[in-house]
Nanobody, 121 residues
Framework: VQLQAFGGGLVQPGGSLNLSCAASGFAFANYAIGWFREAPGKGREGVSCISKHGVTTYADSVKGRFTISRDNAKNMVYLQMNNLNSEDTAVYHC????????????????WGQGTKVTVSS
């Protein structure tokens, strides 16, 4: 089982990034996928998740700015992040849940290495 998040980097406030999560080794289409982030000094926070049927959920802090999508043919999930601000600075992780789409990290069985996003001028 492998999940790999990538696409992070340094971006100026107001800028955009598109994160990707590549999955392998499990029945991807049967899993919900979630994006979580960890900012310095803070716990893991749910950002967005997408069910196996494509139903999406967003944290209030990112609604209207972030868009999650999935491509089951490629075993990929994406997080398009627009209008970034300093509070979005964190390490972003993707996780896979067989129990449904949720913003509770405890429901996720598999996690990948994170990708760092830094929003700074």
């Amino acid at each position: 089982v492998q999940l790999q998040a990538f696409g992070g980097g340094l971006v100026q406030p107001g800028g955009s990034l598109n994160l990707s999560c590549a999955a392998s080794g499990f029945a991807f289409a049967n899993y919900a996928i979630g994006w979580f982030r960890e900012a310095p000094g803070k716990g893991r926070e749910g950002v967005s998740c997408i069910s196996k049927h494509g139903v999406t959920t967003y944290a209030d802090s990112v609604k209207g700015r972030f868009t999650i999508s999935r491509d089951n043919a490629k075993n990929m999930v994406y997080l398009q992040m627009n209008n970034l601000n300093s509070e979005d600075t964190a390490v972003y992780h993707c996780g896979a849940s067989p129990k449904g789409a949720t913003m509770d990290a405890l429901w996720y069985d598999f996690w990948g290495q994170g990708t760092k996003v830094t929003v700074s001028s």
